[in-house]
T-cell receptor, first 115, second 113 residues
């Protein structure tokens, strides 16, 4: 298995632009998580899905952030409009639903820079 | 609710020296505990996990961790540090549900030649 795939690996954009981050989870995994990592705040859970359904989005910082999972093999995290404070590394992770303990498998991350 | 506290945001050791990274947890139910490692410009990778079986858990790359319920600790150790161990290490706790894993703030390990 190729593991969790994220694209792009790096994104540089200007303030006000729309940014879309993409994730392909490991096949067969029922859970998908989006995290944000910054020096100041560490690793923060933004939202997670179970069987393509958003379960908890309480970590999404603002309405500018939205996430979708149209099918079991694809998810997006969108920021519109982007701001410099959104600059961070965004990770996608997936987890098998019935496996205990529920380790998460992380993608390589997308490093977002908003100028 | 679960939480972890990692003591020391930065740890520096000499090559060949003992590595000790500290993690204390808080959990209202028997916890599942994890150590992840993050190498520069990469995602997190699982080092080892505690599943309520043996209290001493062995992981990859010579790392191990011991679950001590009386101390609510799950410290990570390695007898002899290698330059390739330089990375950031995260402790995490979960109740076993897929929605409640909580990560610590991370400890950056530096290995000096």
């Amino acid at each position: 298995d190729a593991g969790v795939i994220q694209s792009p690996r790096h994104e540089v954009t200007e303030m006000g632009q729309e940014v879309t981050l993409r994730c392909k989870p490991i096949s067969g995994h029922d859970y998908l998580f989006w995290y944000r990592q910054t020096m100041m705040r560490g690793l923060e859970l933004l939202i997670y899905f179970n069987n393509n359904v958003p379960i908890d989005d309480s970590g999404m910082p603002e309405d500018r952030f939205s996430a979708k999972m149209p099918n079991a093999s694809f998810s997006t995290l969108k920021i519109q409009p982007s701001e410099p404070r959104d600059s961070a590394v965004y990770f996608c992770a997936s987890s098998p639903g019935l496996a205990i303990p529920n380790e998460q498998f992380f993608g390589p991350g997308t490093r977002l820079t908003v100028l | 609710a679960q939480s972890v506290t990692q003591l020391g945001s930065h740890v520096s050791v000499s090559e060949g020296a003992l590595v000790l990274l500290r993690c204390n947890y808080s959990s209202s139910v028997p916890p599942y505990l994890f150590w992840y490692v993050q190498y520069p410009n990469q995602g997190l990778q699982l080092l080892l996990k505690y599943t309520s079986a043996a209290t001493l858990v062995k992981g990859i790359n010579g790392f191990e961790a011991e679950f001590k319920k009386s101390e609510t600790s799950f410290h990570l150790t390695k007898p002899s540090a290698h330059m390739s161990d330089a990375a950031e290490y995260f402790c995490a706790v979960s109740s076993g549900n897929n929605n409640d894993m909580r990560f610590g703030a991370g400890t950056r390990l530096t290995v000096k030649p």
